[in-house]
């Protein structure tokens, strides 16, 4: 099993970025599959999640407006376009897929980072 993230960097304020995940042994149609983020001193937390069928989408309060999150059931890849980036978004971001079925299946990919600075 492996999610591995890619699309990280440095960007400037007002920017975009898209991370994208790739998910590979599992059954990634099974899974909901979300975004979380960890910054320097801070507890992780969610950023956007997405229901098994993409028909259903959640975000953190701070992102409202600014990201969207999606999945391609047929390349097993679930993407996070970041748009409107401010300095408090930089954080390692973590891809996550929790099988709808059983929810005790939690994968995480190794995160990459994200900062955003003038």
């Known amino acids: 099993v492996q999610l591995v993230e890619s699309g990280g960097g440095l960007v400037q304020p007002g920017g975009s970025l898209r991370l994208s995940c790739a998910a590979t042994?599992?059954?990634?149609?099974?899974?909901?599959m979300s975004w979380y983020r960890q910054a320097p001193g801070k507890e992780r937390e969610l950023v956007a999640g997405?229901?098994?069928?993409?028909?259903?989408?959640d975000y953190a309060d701070s992102v409202k407006g600014r990201f969207s999150i999606s999945r391609d059931n047929v390349k097993n890849t679930v993407t996070l376009q970041m748009d409107s980036l401010k300095f408090e978004d930089t954080a390692v971001y973590y891809c996550?897929?929790?099988?709808?079925?059983?929810?005790?299946?939690?994968?995480w990919g190794q995160g990459t980072p994200v900062t955003v600075s003038s």
């Open positions: 996550r897929g929790q099988d709808s079925w059983d929810p005790r299946f939690v994968y």
């Open positions: 042994g599992f059954t990634f149609i099974n899974y909901h």
């Open positions: 997405i229901n098994r069928s993409g028909s259903n989408e």
